[in-house]
């Protein structure tokens, strides 16, 4: 079953503290990955994919087959960042989404 | 400006009564998108479209109808099927697979 995992509904943290939001995900084909953003009275806004390796806002994430892990780092937390962020699987040969249940980040001063 | 533009923003209906949200995009994309979003269930996939005149269940399509007879428009309509209607519906478009997906600002939808 395509089936993408995030354990944490929130994670609060101190600002200057290293972030790691999980996110575990299952598929028999080949993934592609995504991080989604949603800041307070915003939309959803797309944050990086996987087949980018870019780094967006201090954040990275790492295709993991073996472990079918795309946890979302980034060294030191800003107060910026408290959102709520959402990892999506795409699946087939259509651009079509699955995504997470989301985890609401919380930095705090 | 280009975007997505989801209306109307908040939206009352009675139970029983059908009701259709709109979705208008100006990006020239040809996909769209309609989830909704529920706390703590994260946003789930109702229909989606590739192209104009065609579209495809996506994984809660009971209750719901769509169409696509213009490139910018996908409206959504909630029918009395619907068991549980009251949610966050989103709208997103896309222009390819290597392009995430650009999301319009929600209605939410009470029905009474």
């Known amino acids: 079953a395509q089936r993408v995992t995030q354990p944490e509904k929130l994670l609060s943290v101190f600002k200057g503290a290293p972030v790691e939001l999980k996110c575990n995900y299952s598929?028999?084909?080949?993934?592609?990955l995504f991080w989604y953003v949603q800041y307070s009275r915003q939309r959803l806004q797309l944050l990086l994919r996987h087949i980018s390796r870019e780094s967006i806002k201090g954040f990275t994430a790492d295709l993991n087959k073996g472990e079918t892990s795309f946890h979302l780092k980034k060294p030191f937390a800003q107060e910026e960042d408290s959102a709520m962020y959402y990892c999506?699987?795409?699946?087939?040969?259509?651009?079509?989404?699955?995504f997470g249940t989301g985890t609401l980040l919380a930095v705090q001063p | 400006d280009g975007g997505i533009t989801q209306s109307p923003k908040y939206l009352f209906r009675k139970e029983g009564q059908n009701v259709t949200l709109s979705c208008e995009q100006n990006l020239n994309h040809d996909a769209m998108y309609w989830y909704r979003q529920d706390p703590g269930q994260g946003l789930r996939l109702i229909y989606y479209?590739?192209?104009?005149?065609?579209?495809q269940k996506g994984d809660i399509a009971e209750g719901y109808s769509v169409s696509r007879e213009k490139k910018e428009s996908f409206p959504l309509t909630v029918t009395s099927a619907q068991k549980n209607p009251t949610a966050f519906y989103l709208c997103a478009s896309s222009i390819d697979r290597a392009s995430g997906y650009t999301f319009g600002s929600g209605t939410r939808l009470t029905v009474v």
């Open positions: 598929y028999s084909g080949s993934p592609e």
């Open positions: 999506a699987l795409r699946v087939g040969a259509t651009n079509k989404l699955i």
């Open positions: 479209s590739q192209i104009v005149n065609d579209f």
